[in-house]
């Protein structure tokens, strides 16, 4: 009772200093030739109340607005450079260093300057797999991940930027090799990037406001589901890594000088002068550079349509990236 008291003469002080306001302010309406009723001092009061509420909103909704802006902003440019680094690797020979330089550039810029702008904002311990100080509420969880998920992806485009410089005036043999290369880089970020979610759901899960048994649980699972696939997600980059130290064409073999004459001189595709002839199974003879580039879109032979090539790991090697975004 004795804690409740002050409570009460507080209401009561209020109250009258309510009542007291909205006298003055009838003596005033009255004075003033306007008939200010008690309901319009109501309505008024509800009113400025109301805006109060909508102001609140508008500010919760804004800064939630902003991320989800940000959010969009990221993914989009994303899915452009994954466009503009799609038509590079297209351009083999063509590409002009000034271009690639430029464009790793301004993806590096991007970069860190997304980063800079966030550097207060639990960003940057998830990237080497620390939880975030603070437990994250769940929309501000999905937020870092998404950033974080996609500005990886921007950051490998520009390591990839790199290989295409290096390979510019790649082909054939050298060529293949820049496909298996940015094939190898795409596994190494899957793998990076099926770790990142972890840290910070690692925190969320881990919150004891569910219960402490509820939110082990949770954890648990969450942790079993994740080992398996980034178990798979190393043995993809393996098989990625082991491809790119396999030196024979696995597709065929060197033709001999007699199976080139049988053939005839010319290559089906390029209608040139044989250069290094590689045999298929099908026993159609091509240059092993031409019959490379195919290989690099095609798993049939570009004559006779015979399945040549066996389906292995997915390739990256046209330099485009997955789009899927990696949120659990
Ligand atoms: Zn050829
Ligand atoms: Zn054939």
Excluded at 156 to 164: G, N
Excluded at 177 to 187: H, N
Excluded at 292 to 321: H, N, Q, Y
Aim: net charge positive.
């Amino acid at each position: 009772m004795e804690e409740e008291m002050p409570m009460v003469v507080l209401v009561v002080i209020r109250v009258r200093v309510w009542v007291g306001m909205g006298k003055l302010l009838m003596g005033l309406g009255v004075m003033g030739g306007i008939q200010l009723t008690r309901d319009m001092i109501f309505s008024k009061l509800l009113g400025g109340l109301s805006k109060c509420f909508l102001f609140l909103c508008f500010y919760w909704l804004s800064s939630f607005a902003r991320g989800f802006f940000v959010t969009i902003w990221i993914a989009v440019v994303m899915f452009k450079s994954n466009d503009i680094l799609r038509k590079q690797t297209a351009l083999k020979g063509e590409r002009k260093i000034s271009m690639l330089v430029g464009i790793s550039l301004a993806f590096t810029i991007h970069v860190v300057g997304v980063y800079w702008w966030y550097q207060n904002d639990d960003l940057l311990y998830p990237l080497i797999m620390l939880p975030p100080k603070s437990i994250p509420p769940f929309w501000h969880a999905i937020f870092i991940i998404m950033v974080n998920d996609t500005l990886v992806r921007q950051a490998a485009m520009i390591l990839k930027c790199i290989l295409l410089i290096y390979y510019k005036n790649s082909r054939g043999r050298n060529y293949r090799k820049q496909g298996q290369m940015l094939t190898l880089v795409e596994y190494l970020m899957l793998l990076y990037r099926a770790l990142l979610p972890t840290p910070v759901w690692y925190r969320f899960f881990l919150n004891k406001e569910y219960g402490s048994l509820f939110s082990s649980l949770m954890t648990g699972l969450y942790l079993t589901f994740k080992l398996t696939s980034v178990v798979e997600k190393v043995q993809s980059f393996f098989a990625a890594l082991k491809a790119l130290s396999r030196k024979e064409v696995h597709y065929g073999a060197y033709a001999t000088s007699e199976q080139v004459n049988a053939a005839g001189d010319l290559c089906a595709i390029c209608q040139e002068k044989m250069h290094t002839p590689i045999i298929l199974r099908c026993k159609h003879i091509f240059c092993e550079d031409c019959v490379s580039e195919w290989f690099e879109r095609e798993r049939t032979c570009p004559l006779c349509r015979a399945l040549v090539k066996s389906a292995d790991l997915r390739s990256f090697s046209d330099g485009t990236t997955s789009l899927l975004f990696q949120i659990f």
